[in-house]
């Protein structure tokens, strides 16, 4: 497989390299691909979540916001007591 990288792109391969954050310009390439696959991961579930939450305002199924917060602090307090 060929890939042709902007001069921008390429100093930017190179420059990783020569750090010696990576061994090679395909070591690079694929931590590249690796984070755009974590990222379309993280993308996929925050739309499903929204969705979610979508469909329970429209349920009616709501929290007023200060006993959500107050729910969670007590959360928080009880991990911390432990």
């Not at 090679?24 to 694929?30: D, N």
């Not at 009616?60 to 006993?67: F, I, R, S």
């Amino acid at each position: 497989m060929n890939v042709h990288l902007t001069p921008e792109l390429k100093k930017l391969v190179q420059d990783e390299v020569s750090t010696g954050n990576y061994a090679s310009a395909s070591e690079v390439i694929r931590e590249g691909l690796r984070l755009l696959i974590e990222d379309r991961k993280w993308r996929d579930d925050a739309r499903a979540k929204l969705a979610e939450g979508l469909a329970q305002a429209k349920a009616g199924k709501l929290v007023d916001g200060a006993k959500a917060v107050s729910r969670l602090r007590k959360r928080i307090d009880e991990q911390q007591a432990e």
